[in-house]
Structures are given as structure tokens and as C-alpha cells.
């Protein structure tokens, strides 16, 4: 990356130039300790001037080949369509161990990825997942100061990732599909806890036998009767719909259960959730940063083969090696 000027960065960003959102969000990935003072900086001067507003930041999960990118160049579309400024970013968990990207990828999104009011951006490529979040999440604000109205953030629908965008968006969509045998095993508990919309998709003719709407339909029901259980009264019951991301059915109404449950939200609302995010958000970069140094602790790193080995053959039990460990760790 060439010498950065932050103010030419800037001014590019206001005017809402791709080149300079696009070369802010390099900013924002880059482990250099001297691209994290500038992106800090950056960061502090869009957050300063709140002229463009907050962008509606929605997530959207579900397990590979659910139709999520399928999903995405539809809803990102119809927005465009609508006169809307689109962001499409993606936290892919496995690019962190691969330092490949699937997710965000535009090739899948060939109609958005042409439109002047659309920037996807795929998922950044190194660090752990915390790493990627803490970079997706200042993405987010590279986007917003850019005056972007709406961000979708794509994960693939495994392990932590998508608790940790549930953790960064104001509205978690969860795709799901009626054919998954047990409707509701394909689902873990989890999800029915973060998800404030879900989504059965797929609920067209398209490229099968027979229609599988009314299947969608059938799994939307049951689905919905499963939130209620999970969800306590008073609190926003997710709506369970049906879609297809390839038709384009029922993407509208997908979008409108967005909308109302931000209206749910309200304005207070919204605000506190996300300062509440931020809160957590610190202490997950706490977390990660305690590992980083224990993964690099050199007391740690001249004993690690002994405790081992101790634990290995029984002579040490887990807690007392846990306390050797701590206590190299606290040395260094
Ligand atoms: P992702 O892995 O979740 O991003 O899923 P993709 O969007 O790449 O879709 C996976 C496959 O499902 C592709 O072959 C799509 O053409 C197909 N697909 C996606 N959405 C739909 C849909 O709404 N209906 C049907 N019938 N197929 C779809």
C-alpha cells in the first residue's frame, strides 16, 4: 500500500469515491502497527462528523449453499433499485485458517458486482477471527462515512462466525431450507437465539420436480412455532418467511421484516445496542490479543514440551499445568 494521506483519504470518503473507500478498508485490514495509528485516526475524524447517519447493518448466515450469495445479488438489486447505496462485506472463518476468501466473492454476485451503487468487498484474508471481525466491523464505518445505507455482512453459517456477526449488525437473518430432513435439527439452538429474521429459501420451481413452496411453507410454520418456545414474551418474536433468493419471491418481504425489526428497535434502542456491541467488542479484542501474547510468550514457549510431556504420561495434573504455564506467562 502507497504512503497514505489521510486527509485526501478522507475527502474521498465523504464524496463517497470507491477508490478511497475501497483503499480505506486495505487501511483497516492491515496489521502494520503504523496503517492501525492512521485507520485509528480515520476511524475518530468519520465518527466525528455523523452527517451520514447509521447504515442499516444486517447479517446474513446459513449453512454453504443455502443461496446466501443467490440472496444477496437479489436483495442488493432490489435496493439498488430503489435508489439505495449498497455495502456487501463478508467474515469467512475458513480464510482465516486458508488465507483464501469464498465469501464476497464478486464473481458470485455478477449483476451487483457491476452496479455503481453496490461495493462488495470479500472477506479479509489474514489474523483470527477477531482479527477479521475487528476489520469487517471498521469496514462498516469506512461504508457508513461513505454514505452507504445499507451493509449486508455475510457468513457462512459454522462455528463462532456468526455469533460474532450476530455481534456487530442491528438485524441477524438466518437462511435456512425446508428440505433438511428433521426441519428443525438442521438448526442448532443457537442460531434460533441470535436470528431476529429467518428465512426459509428456496421456496420456488425452480430446477426441481415439484414446487417446494408450500414445503417452505410448512417449514416456516414449524420454525416459527420453535422460536416462540425459544423467545420470552414481550421480546421481538424473529418472523419465520419464505423466499427465494433466485426468483426473488418474497426477497420484498424479507427486507420489510428487516425494516420492522428495526422499528422495534427504535432510534434509543438501536443506539444502545450498538454501544452495548462495542462493549463486547472490546473484550473480545482483549481476549484475542491475551492469546496472541501467550502464543508468543517465550517462558511460555520454554516449557510448553516439559508440561506436555508431564501431562502426557500423568505426573501433572491439567489445573497445576495450567498454573505452571500461567505462572511462565506472568514472567515474561
Ligand atoms: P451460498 O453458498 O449460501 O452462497 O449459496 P449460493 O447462492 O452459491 O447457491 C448455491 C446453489 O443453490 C446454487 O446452485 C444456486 O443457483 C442455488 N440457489 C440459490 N438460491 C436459490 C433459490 O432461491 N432457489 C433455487 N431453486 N436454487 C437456489
Known sequence: MAAVDLDTLYA???A???ASVSRAITLVESMRPDHRALARDLLARLAEDSSAGPAVRVGISGVPGVGKSTFIEALGTHLTAQGKRVGVLAVDPSSVRTGGSVLGDKTRMPQLSIDPNAFIRPSPSAGTLGGVAAATSQAMSVLEGAGYDVVLVETVGVGQSEITVAGMVDTFLFLTLARTGDQLQGIKKGILEIADVIAVN???AEGAAEDRSAEARVAARELAGAMRM?????????????CSG??????DDVWARIGAHRDHLGHDGLLAKRAQQQLDFTWTLVRDILNERLRRSEPVAAIRQQVADDVLSGRLSAPAAADAIIAAFDEG
Not at 425459544?230 to 419464505?242: D, I, K, M, Q, S
Not at 433466485?246 to 426477497?251: A, E, K, N
Open 202 to 204: 428456496k421456496a420456488d
Open 12 to 14: 474521498g470518503i465523504r
Open 246 to 251: 433466485l426468483t426473488g419471491v418474497g426477497v
Open 230 to 242: 425459544v423467545r420470552g414474551h414481550g421480546e421481538w418474536a424473529p418472523p419465520v418467511v419464505t
Open 16 to 18: 463517497g469515491q470507491r
